[in-house]
């Protein structure tokens, strides 16, 4: 299983942007996927999820500003995140379990305010 985050960067704080990961080496649909972030001296907590038929659930932090999706055709999650605040700079990382859990490589988020 390789998990291949993309899409962080520099925005300032009200701005917008897409989260992307491709998943390789899993039957995509079936599985439960899951973003991830981690501040600076913080712990990874769970940002979005959703599940093989996409029922959705979010951490309080992101509900009504972020919106997590999948296209099983394509093997690819995404994490849109709007109306960004200097709180959500974080790596963020996608994640799913299988027989343990699998983590891509973790994607930057730097919110300017």
């Known amino acids: 299983v390789q998990l291949q985050a993309s899409g962080g960067g520099l925005v300032q704080a009200g701005g917008s942007l897409r989260l992307s990961c491709a998943a390789s080496?899993?039957?995509?649909?079936?599985?439960?996927m899951k973003w991830y972030r981690q501040a600076p001296g913080n712990e990874r907590e769970s940002v979005a999820t959703?599940?093989?038929?996409?029922?959705?659930d979010y951490a309080d932090s992101v509900k009504g500003r972020f919106t997590i999706s999948r296209d099983n055709v394509r093997r690819t999650l995404y994490l849109h995140m709007n109306n960004l605040k200097p709180e959500d700079t974080a790596v963020y990382y996608c994640?799913?379990?299988?027989?343990?859990?699998?983590w891509g490589q973790g994607t930057l988020v730097t919110v300017s305010s």
């Open positions: 959703i599940t093989g038929d996409s029922s959705t």
């Open positions: 994640n799913t379990k299988l027989s343990r859990d699998y």
């Open positions: 080496g899993l039957n995509f649909r079936l599985y439960t």
